[in-house]
């Protein structure tokens, strides 16, 4: 029991206290439950060892495989392309979606419905179908003789339409994120924007937009995650050279599934791990000039960092 | 053209919704005073400031600064809707300080003073960086010119905000209670930094609770309550000498 007697103050000021050096607080019960958790993990992993459906061997011949690690690049490339159209016409359309213009207001409010509102696998069966919906496109004046006649199938292969398949459903849900961070700025700095004369454009790209990055980065993060795994369903187009297609492919002709997914998965990982620590760097650029809402370190969690001290008066 | 007004507001009101914020309001701002608006929170001194420039639509009334209408066009006894582009022209000739600094927390000081500059007027870089230089040197903070907001105190934030509105080579200056986010001990600095402006024959408006910089440095001072003005006049008449009741209830809580 602590004693009731008052703490008395040190007679001299310069007298410096002495450190105090109390003892830890223990947890025992972690150490418990971290034990029982490592024992199932080892149980689990050697089990896994030894299991002969796994099959390592052949994963451990078709991990490096050429076909699968061009698979594998194929799936950045898709990845890098539909996040890159999905982030600028995200962009557009969350400031469209906030413009006092109600028109542009209203074509954006659409888009987000049709786009977020039916499954990404239905939109990429739809775009596989493009050029049987359309077979020609023409450019001109509608209802007279068009200037120039483009077949479908001559510019638009499966890689593309996969491509726009995946930006086009993407570009609906980063609207969503970029207007949540332009929303998260203090209406104080669109203020003084405005008051030094800025028109509404000039405000939101050189003020508001900058701001609204430490917000948006987060959640983008998150959403390139996804979208490097969303890629596996490209085969509803059908593409099949990305990473999921292509080890179906092999595993379909060895007749060893289980090993291929299992490479498969290895690489989605690997990509994934990449990915969280180039996150951590991007977070920490546009950080800038506010203080505290560095994240401490690079974080495996998926989860987006919350960012403190937002406001401007700090 | 020197005989008009630099704000003239004849009979301005403004609601939000069902609440009479302004209330039939005149007053006239010769050009090079300092008109120091005080009264109550609420009274909307704030919102009458705003006004002045479009931040805030008027209802009724003309409100005009240099002689020109602020927000509208009248054409034919009718009156017009600015295009942005215009509005935005007007408001940077005015230059306006904010309670809360309102600075712009990604970019460092001088970036802050040279945006608008740049962007708005299409001054050249080299020549906005001297100007931006020279006006922190103005402020007292010529060493701070790569400081983010972040790092600077809230006296130093609202001198940067000067500075930075100065940048625009407003003909009016608006303040809206410029020093009341701030530590006392940091009032004095923003102060005297206004003070010196005013000395330097700069029009302005100041929303303002400090009553001895009214005293000192206003031309004229007057008492908002509730949305009408209960009392104007030279600052010892107002407040040292108040004739309405309203004013001197609310001097005898603030001085």
Known sequence: MASHTPVALSDSAAEQAEVIKAIKLRHPWRNVFAVIVLLALALFVIDAAQRPAYGWETFGKYLFDQRISQAALNTLILTVLSMVIAVILGVALAVMRLSPNPVVKGVSWLYLWIFRGTPVYVQLVFWGLFATIYKTIEFGIPFTDPWATLTTDDFLDVFWLAVIGLALNEAAYMAEIVRAGILSVDKGQDEAATALGMSWLQTMRRVVIPQAMRIIIPPTGNEVISMLKTTSLVAAVPYSFDLYGRSRDVSAAIFEPIPLLLVASAWYLLFTSILMVGQYFLEKRFSRGVGQARPDKPSLLTTPTTVQGTESTK | ?255
């Open chain 2, 1 to 255: 053209m020197t005989d008009v007004p630099m704000v003239l507001a004849d009979r301005v009101s403004k609601s939000f919704g069902s609440n009479h914020v302004l209330r039939s309001i005149s007053l006239e701002v010769p050009r090079g005073e300092v008109l120091c608006l005080v009264g109550p929170s609420g009274s909307g001194k704030s919102t009458f400031l705003r006004c002045i420039n479009h931040l805030e639509r008027v209802d009724a009334g003309r409100l005009a600064v240099d002689g020109t209408l602020v927000g509208y066009e009248e054409r034919g006894g009718k009156l017009y809707e600015l295009r942005p582009k215009v509005a935005a022209k007007q408001r940077s000739d005015i230059g306006m300080v904010f309670q809360k600094f309102n600075l712009f927390p990604h970019m460092t000081a001088l970036e802050n003073i040279i945006e608008a500059p740049t962007l708005v007027r299409g001054i050249s870089k080299s020549k906005a960086l001297a100007r931006g230089k020279e006006l922190l040197d103005r402020v007292g903070l010529a060493n701070k010119a790569g400081s983010y907001p972040a790092h600077l105190s809230g006296g130093q934030q609202q001198r940067v905000a000067i500075a930075r509105a100065l940048a625009m080579d407003p003909k009016l200056m608006l303040f809206d209670e410029p020093t009341s986010a701030l530590d006392p001990e940091l009032v004095g600095e923003v102060l005297d930094v206004m003070k010196g402006l005013a000395e330097s024959g700069m029009t302005m408006i100041v929303v303002t609770h400090e009553m001895g910089f009214a005293r000192e440095v206003a031309d004229s001072v007057v008492f908002m309550d509730d949305g009408v003005v209960v009392e104007s006049g030279r600052p010892d008449d107002v407040l040292t000498n108040p004739q309405h009741a309203r004013t001197k209830a609310f001097l005898s809580k603030v001085l």
